[in-house]
């Protein structure tokens, strides 16, 4: 959808909330399926909140999507990780595919609840432009920043929520040689990004769950 029309500050307003709760969300995700298995670690350093400053990482949640934002790129970022001992998990190999897949399913239902947003927008029509209009901007906004995050994260290196679930369901062995290349995930990550290459990555399945979204909802 084109936000052309919209000042840098009108974007601004239209992005931060969906983003700021997208990235929210998703580290809540994790540390409340981690309190539900059995570790507390994040529930006892008050990270189970929404209070977005209680998750906010300057660059990943203020600069990175900020200057995405103003240079028109694929806007993404991130929030302080939610601390998981897997130590305390009742099955920690398990349980920590769980607590990885909690992230990006957070993000699927948060794209279908601003899909729907997006939907009342539309219903309200061009005679309640006031409203309508922001709910429309807002709503594709959600859905976007939801689908990247949760295509992003389901990225099979690690740190990421992808490496943690396919480190999980590896055999042991294969399992821990492959964790030993989570030293090496930032770098591919930022050699991924400085190519270009994460929206040649992400933009086929981003489409794919956007415009599924908007095909059930009928927009």
Known sequence: ??????????????????????????????GWVASKLGDHTAKNLGRLTLNPINHMDLVGTVIVPGVLLFLGGFIFGWAKPVPVNCNNLNNPKRDMV?????????????????????KIGYLLGSSNEFFSLPLIYMGYAGVFINAVLMMLNLLPILPLDGGRILAGLLPNKISLEFSKLERFGFPILIVIIAMGWLSNLLGPPVYFLQSSIFKILGI
């Open 1 to 30: 959808m084109p936000m052309d029309e919209l000042t840098l500050v009108g974007r601004i307003a239209i992005w931060i909330l969906p983003v700021v709760f997208a990235i929210t969300v998703h580290e809540v995700a994790h």
């Open 98 to 118: 769980y607590v990885a897949m909690a992230g990006p399913l957070a993000n699927f239902f948060m794209a279908i609840g601003w899909g729907i947003l997006m």
